[in-house]
């Protein structure tokens, strides 16, 4: 167990839609990250978060956004839903964040239908 | 940008049998670390071992080495006496300084299985 939580586990909906992806850091980690697993991209680096503010960004859609909040948990939205967002997010946190090991979630596994 | 290469897409050994994977990356930075992580069938990926540059001591912890050697770009891991519990996929991982900051990139897996 790498102390980082992430819900729902599955999560199946159709194209166009909106959900929200949830993760709860290690405690004491105050970087947040999110990539993206699929079969033909591979594991792919979203987004990061430090403390609250946004600190790097990859290859994110603009129909995905996220936000860390005060108590450093991190949400991940994805709206307008399309075949080929169906993957499996993770989310992983660190501290500090530079140089040292990433922990990851169990991951959310999204199905767009 | 940084890029990592897994020469070998799929291994197949037998219990008790080395494997070693083989891993060539790409940087410009001077200063970065290397990752093995893996993910069983299960889903989660696990952190194995972490390398910065400016250590190519090489270094066994338990069933599990690694050659890091600079002036090839090469981080291979090896398992010694494999085991049915390996079985996975075997990610190298790098990451990027300045302004990317915690941003992983990995390579695209190794699937290792191991049969008794």
Redesign the interface.
């Known amino acids: 167990d790498s102390g980082v939580t992430q819900t729902p586990k599955h999560l199946i909906t159709a194209t166009g839609q909106r959900v929200t992806l949830r993760c709860s850091p290690r405690s004491g980690d105050l970087s947040v990250y999110w990539y993206q697993q699929s079969l033909d991209q591979g594991l792919q680096f979203l987004i990061q978060y430090y403390n609250g503010e946004e600190r790097a960004k990859g290859n994110i859609l603009e129909r995905f956004s996220a936000q860390q909040f005060p108590d450093l948990h991190s949400e991940l939205n994805l709206s307008s839903l399309e075949l080929g967002d169906s993957a499996l997010y993770f989310c992983a946190s660190s501290f500090p964040d530079w140089g040292n090991e990433q922990f990851f979630g169990p991951g959310t596994r999204l199905t767009v239908l | 940008a940084q890029k990592v290469t897994q020469a070998q897409t799929e291994i197949s050994v037998v219990e008790k049998e080395d494997v070693t994977l083989d891993c060539v990356y790409e940087t410009r930075d001077t200063t970065y670390?290397l990752?093995w992580?893996k993910q069983p069938p299960s889903?989660?990926?696990?952190?194995l071992i972490?390398r910065?540059s400016f250590d190519e001591q090489n270094e066994i912890s338990g069933r599990y080495s690694w050659n890091f050697q600079k002036s090839t770009s090469s981080f291979n891991f090896t398992i010694t006496a494999s085991q049915v519990v390996d079985s996975a996929v075997y990610?190298c991982v790098t990451?990027a300084?300045g302004?990317?900051?915690?941003?992983?990139?990995?390579g695209?897996?190794t699937i290792l299985t191991v049969h008794p």
């Open positions: 670390y990752f992580y889903g989660e990926l696990v952190f972490r910065n990610f990451n300084g302004t990317s900051y915690g941003k992983l990139t990995f695209q897996g």
